[in-house]
Every structure is written in C-alpha cells, then in structure tokens.
C-alpha cells in the first residue's frame, strides 16, 4: 500500500482514528457493480468474496481475509465498481469514505503526504 508509507504517525493516528466500523451478514452485499466506489475498507474480521456473474453463473475470482484492504484503485479513481463484493460469513469492515478522506487532505496540506497521495491517484489513473 503505497499511499500509506513514508507518513508521520500523527496522520497515520487520524486516518485510524476516523475509520467506522462497519458489520454485515453472511450474504451482504458490499460493494455491487456499477456502484460508485466511495469507501475504501480494511478488512477486521471475516472474509469477503470477489465475484462476476455470467449468464447467470457466479464466479468467485478472489477471497480476501483480514488485513486485506478492498478496492483501493476504485476509491482513488472515484469509479464505478466493476465487481461485486460480498460477506462469505460475517464480517467486520473498517470504513473511510471519499469525504473523510478529503477532510484528512485538508487537515495535512503542508505534508508530504498530501502530494504522496495526488502522485498515487495520478499513477492509477495511467
């Protein structure tokens, strides 16, 4: 994770600080195709599955597990979701939206930081 290193704890304390814990079912739904991904989500416990339809078949193309941070490229692109993620138990997510994020930008303008994360967004966007 890139656009988390060479940070000073003080912004790494505020990005943990504003993350909401979130908890879903067996079965949610997290993030559906063609949704606007506006969440980035750490994965605290549980395990998420990625998956695509086709012709009304399922395929599960990965399994995450705690740790795990789920889509990264989608949050800082401001995309659509091109795949759908859901709970294959119960699940705990941390959550930190586009709007938190931006307030922690803000907060830490004179940082180093601040451009790190601009250098990422355009390097995905490449």
Request: charged share 25%; hydrophobic share 40%.
């Amino acid at each position: 994770m890139s656009y988390l290193q060479n940070i000073d704890d003080e912004i790494r304390f505020d990005i943990m600080f504003s993350l909401q814990s979130k908890s879903f079912e067996k079965d949610t739904v997290v993030l559906a195709e063609e949704a606007v991904a506006n969440c980035l989500y750490f994965i605290e416990e549980g395990v998420l599955e990625i998956y695509s339809s086709f012709e009304n078949n399922e395929f599960v193309l990965e399994t995450l597990y705690p740790g795990s941070v789920v889509n990264h490229r989608a949050f800082f692109m401001s995309d659509q979701m091109y795949l759908n993620i859901r709970c294959s138990k119960q699940t705990k997510l941390l959550e930190l939206s586009q709007a938190t994020m931006g307030d922690i930008r803000e907060r830490w303008t004179n940082k180093k930081w601040s451009n790190d994360i601009l250098f990422y967004q355009n390097r995905i966007l490449k």
